[in-house]
């Protein structure tokens, strides 16, 4: 057996088991695959690790850089007590509208708001609205504007909120300090970012499975 098909094999145990779809979940994805959205969605048991990073905040508001087709929107939002709050960033009109719709059928349209424009020009304009501090940022959108990302999420967030980078691998390719991909210099900088301040503690993971090698960071703001 070869490693990929032992990986995917053992994320459907694990899934199957622990973090199985269901109908607003497999629709939303259905929705994305008619729609040849990019297979860039986190999985079923990486959703389930977000809602239950969430639930273990206590979160009450979230916000998400990177909506896609609102697959794992949903899977955070369900973490959200009814009066909580998720504000998802999308760059792409088409893409926004899509996770509309899959919010809208998942029953989670009350609490989540979709943003449509490039997340360095929305993300300036919700701080100006002064929201109540976010206690959850999930990052995944352009990976060349991470570093950014996290300072905005530093601006946005309270002492023990907590921050998620995903994509951080990069394939392994985050290692190489002399590439010019923007990708990796944009994850490479995030990272310097989470172990150089003063009000970040962090660590990365690595991670296999049906989606291939990859990883993710997690970082809890200090006082």
């Known amino acids: 057996m070869s490693g990929s098909q032992l990986w995917d094999d053992v994320d459907f ?11 607003a979940l497999q629709a939303a994805l259905r929705e994305s695959e008619a729609n040849e959205l990019p297979h860039v969605n986190v999985t079923a048991n990486q959703g389930k690790l977000l809602q239950l990073l969430a639930q273990i905040q206590d979160a ?6 990177g909506t896609l087709g609102g697959y794992s929107t949903i899977w955070l939002a369900r973490a959200l007590p009814a009066d909580g709050r998720l504000i998802s960033l999308e760059y792409s009109p088409r893409h926004a509208e899509i996770a509309v719709r899959n919010i809208a059928r998942a029953g989670l ?7 449509v ?3 360095l020009e929305s993300l300036p304009n919700l701080a100006d609205e002064n929201p109540a501090p976010f206690d959850l940022v999930f990052i995944d959108a352009d990976k060349a504007n991470n570093p950014h990302y996290v300072e905005w999420a530093l601006r946005l967030t309270r002492t023990g909120s907590l921050i998620i980078v995903d994509n951080v691998v990069r394939g392994g390719r985050v290692v190489d300090a ?6 990796v210099v944009g994850t490479r900088a995030a990272i310097e970012l989470i172990a ?8 990365a993971i690595q ?17």
């Open 109 to 115: 349209e009350k609490i989540v708001e979709v943003r």
């Open 117 to 119: 424009g490039p997340a």
């Open 196 to 203: 150089a301040h003063p009000r970040l503690t962090g660590t």
């Open 13 to 23: 145990y694990f899934t199957s088991h622990l973090s199985p779809d269901d109908e």
């Open 178 to 183: 002399e590439s010019a991909e923007p990708d």
């Open 207 to 223: 991670t296999v499975g049906s989606k291939g090698y990859d990883g993710f960071a997690l970082a809890r703001v200090l006082d």
């Open 60 to 65: 009450r508001n979230i916000l998400e850089i």
